[in-house]
């Protein structure tokens, strides 16, 4: 028998479901996600509004309010288990092994004081350092995340900065205790395109260095062509394709993918938005539950009768799978 034994994925979900109570039945929000992300990889967890990217970060995160509740599902952390923990435990990981950004660096930035002070206190949540010491690892963050003059920076109100820099504290700061992931929500959405070009050059130049694995939440098709090493396509709560990021964009199998990867305008422009497909919910049963044929069927112009059945998980080899009966078949 082999000793070497292949590291544990830095971050790995497996069969996560979370469900909110709703007027017409609960909310399957998200309904049996499995991923796993390696060191070092960032995957891109794309989907159109509503499929259920943002409750799938707050899952891992522990972040569910009620009365959502993850009621299904595991989440590893290096290979040791986060999910089930109590809040004091959940506290201490999260900032630390696992952290967040935002759309909107303002929920997590105070706006009345400094980001050194915030940095500082971020950094002590955590280690046992004097201020001084603290207030050096910011300034070395700030550093790392390429914004210039770091110390002047430290002394600034949030509002001081604008909304590109602002972003970058917010890594900065996800960064500071070299966490083996970070969950990042839509985090350059709000801002324009060059900046958001930059950001994703020091992202990945930051998960080459640090190691820290990033699951990459946007509905931006155009973001994550250029950042990421593999994609999870979402619709209704589930993952119905799945992938090294280049085949997927390139030869998209399933239908609702081929659709999203052709609502990109021509060119991939970065940060080009991806708009809204038709509306469409999942078909549901008597008792309001989302029957188990495919989600997607619908709206989707390959349907037939047989798509109201489980749709099969189809191997295209290297890791590219989409579930479907009746996958798109890849241009000669
Ligand atoms: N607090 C809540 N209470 C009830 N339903 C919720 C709550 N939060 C999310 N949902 C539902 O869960 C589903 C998934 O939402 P989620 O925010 O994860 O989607 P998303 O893919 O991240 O979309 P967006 O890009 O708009 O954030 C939606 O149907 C949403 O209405």
Redesign the pocket.
């Known amino acids: 028998m082999s000793t070497l034994k292949e590291a544990p994925p830095a971050l790995e979900v497996r069969g996560l479901r979370t469900q909110?109570p709703?007027r017409q039945g609960l909310?399957r929000?998200v309904d049996g996600v499995s991923f796993a992300i390696r060191r070092g990889e960032i995957l891109g967890l794309v989907?159109?509004?509503?499929?259920?990217?943002?409750?799938?970060g707050f899952s891992i995160l522990g972040l569910v309010?009620p009365p959502?509740k993850v009621v299904a599902g595991e989440v590893l952390l290096a290979g040791r288990r986060i999910s089930g923990l109590d809040g004091a435990a959940m506290r201490r990981i999260r900032g630390a092994e696992v952290a967040m950004v935002f759309q909107d660096p303002l929920m997590t930035l105070n706006p009345v004081l400094r980001i050194g002070t915030q940095m500082a206190a971020a950094v002590r949540a955590h280690d046992r350092v004097s201020r001084a010491a603290a207030w050096d690892r910011a300034e070395q963050a700030l550093t790392t995340v390429g914004i210039p003059s770091p110390r002047a920076r430290l002394d600034a109100y949030p509002h001081q900065l604008s909304g590109g820099m602002r972003q970058r504290v917010a890594i900065a700061t996800a960064l500071l205790h070299r966490p083996k992931a970070i969950i990042a929500d839509?985090p350059t959405t709000a801002l324009d395109v060059s900046i958001q070009g930059q950001i994703l050059a020091e992202v990945r130049r930051l998960a080459d260095e640090t190691g820290t694995a990033f699951l990459w939440?946007t509905?931006d098709l155009a973001v994550v062509s250029s950042l990421a090493d593999a994609l999870c396509v979402?619709y209704a709560?589930r993952v119905v394709e799945r992938g090294p990021a280049d085949a997927v964009i390139a030869a998209p199998r399933h239908p609702y993918t081929v659709a999203l990867v052709g609502s990109v305008p021509s060119g991939h422009a970065p940060g080009a938005r991806l708009p809204q497909l038709a509306a469409g919910l999942p078909p549901r049963g008597a008792d309001g539950a989302p029957d188990s044929g495919c989600p997607f069927r619908t709206r989707c112009p390959r349907a037939t009768e047989v798509c109201a059945a489980p749709p099969p998980e189809r191997d295209f080899g290297a890791g590219h799978t989409a579930l479907c009966h009746h996958p798109v078949e890849a241009a000669a």
């Open positions: 909110f709703g909310v929000a989907g159109e509004s509503g499929s259920g990217k943002s409750v799938t309010e959502g839509e939440i509905h979402m709560g």
